[in-house]
């Protein structure tokens, strides 16, 4: 016979986490429901299903048990929390509301023919290719590169200075054909 909640649960308020597991598991489905009805999206029900059992774990010892059951307090908790994220959501939407909009971005790489641009990279060393890929166009991190690299991210870092430069500098070469100069900050 399955052990009742009162006794699982006077285990988990001894610190026992495989008690409170059992009362996780015997419980979430039905939390989980109630919270679906009182919130807008799934990702949210999720967030605050996890909130409500962290609650319960926090406050083990001043949960108090209904006819020996754990769930009407796991419910009226998911009830408060669900009306905190929402109030939440709204003072959220509320400043949102009040915030200027943003002033539209000139996007600079639409200015570029991207032949242009792959002209340019193709003309560079292969070392070039590689870092420039890996940290702009991949957008990795220097770490990231210098570990995929095999050298030091300060290496990186120089190395990347210098690609750009030269990138620049083949691309001037090119688009200077014809009389007409385009510079570009890559």
């Known amino acids: 016979m399955e052990p009742d909640d009162a006794e699982v649960w006077s285990r988990a308020v001894s610190g026992d986490g495989e008690s409170f597991g059992v009362v996780f598991?015997?419980?979430?489905?039905?939390?989980?429901?109630?919270?679906?009805?009182?919130?807008?999206?799934p990702q949210d029900v999720e967030d605050a299903?996890?909130?409500?059992?962290?609650?319960?774990?926090?406050?083990?010892?001043?949960?108090?048990?209904?006819?020996?059951?754990?769930?009407?307090?796991l419910l009226v908790t998911a009830?408060?929390?669900?009306?905190?994220?929402?109030?939440?959501?709204?003072?959220?939407?509320?400043?949102?509301?009040?915030?200027?909009?943003?002033?539209?971005?000139?996007?600079?790489?639409?200015?570029?023919?991207?032949?242009?641009?792959?002209?340019?990279?193709?003309?560079?060393?292969?070392?070039?290719q590689q870092i420039l890929t890996l940290c702009v166009l991949?957008?990795?991190?220097?770490r990231d590169a210098a570990e995929a690299l095999h050298v030091r991210p300060g290496t990186v870092k120089s190395r990347l200075h210098r690609a750009k430069r030269r990138l620049v500098k083949q691309f001037e070469r090119l688009t200077a054909v014809g009389g007409e100069e385009v510079r570009h900050g890559v």
Do not use: C, I, K
């Open 138 to 142: 991949e957008e990795w991190s220097e």
């Open 49 to 73: 299903v996890a909130v409500v059992f962290l609650e319960a774990w926090r406050r083990r010892s001043s949960v108090r048990l209904v006819q020996g059951s754990v769930l009407p307090w």
């Open 25 to 41: 598991d015997r419980h979430r489905d039905r939390v989980r429901r109630h919270l679906t009805r009182l919130l807008d999206t």
């Open 79 to 128: 009830t408060y929390t669900a009306n905190n994220a929402r109030r939440s959501a709204r003072r959220y939407r509320a400043l949102l509301d009040r915030l200027p909009p943003p002033e539209p971005a000139v996007d600079d790489t639409s200015l570029l023919e991207e032949s242009d641009v792959v002209a340019a990279l193709r003309r560079l060393s292969e070392a070039d």
